[in-house]
Nanobody
Framework: EVQLVESGGGLVQPGGSLRLSCAASGFTFSSYAMSWVRQAPGKGLECVSTINRRNSGGGSTSYADSGKGRFTISRDNAKNTLYLQMNSLKPEDTAVYYC?????????????WGQGTQVTVSS
């Protein structure tokens, strides 16, 4: 059974930082691209960042404009863990953040989601 368990969310002041983690199990983590997806209150889902399955070489990561220059996605395949380092946080980053597993290499849809971790940016 695929399991994705996020952690690291919380309340942070504007300009602060958080590091989200997603512990994966039940599948060969290194074989799948992964994403962080968020949902702000009253809004739809936004794919914040994607990392390819091996995180090697150029072009292995991508970011939505909302997080470029502030967010860094990474993975530790030995630990089966996905990370999202978020710096210079803004109130508009307030959302539930989910890690998601792509179904296959076409990167067109997700087949597994975590339960989410709440990030609140407020003074």
């Amino acid at each position: 059974e695929v399991q994705l368990v996020e952690s690291g969310g919380g309340l942070v002041q504007p300009g602060g930082s958080l590091r989200l983690s997603c512990a994966a199990s039940g599948f060969t983590f290194s074989s799948y691209a992964m994403s962080w997806v968020r949902q702000a209150p009253g809004k739809g889902l936004e794919c914040v960042s994607t990392i390819n399955r091996r995180n090697s070489g150029g072009g292995s990561t991508s970011y939505a404009d909302s997080g470029k220059g502030r967010f860094t996605i990474s993975r530790d395949n030995a630990k089966n863990t996905l990370y999202l380092q978020m710096n210079s946080l803004k109130p508009e980053d307030t959302a539930v953040y989910y890690c998601a597993k792509y179904t296959d290499s076409s990167l067109t849809d997700f087949d597994s989601w975590g339960q989410g971790t709440q990030v609140t940016v407020s003074s």
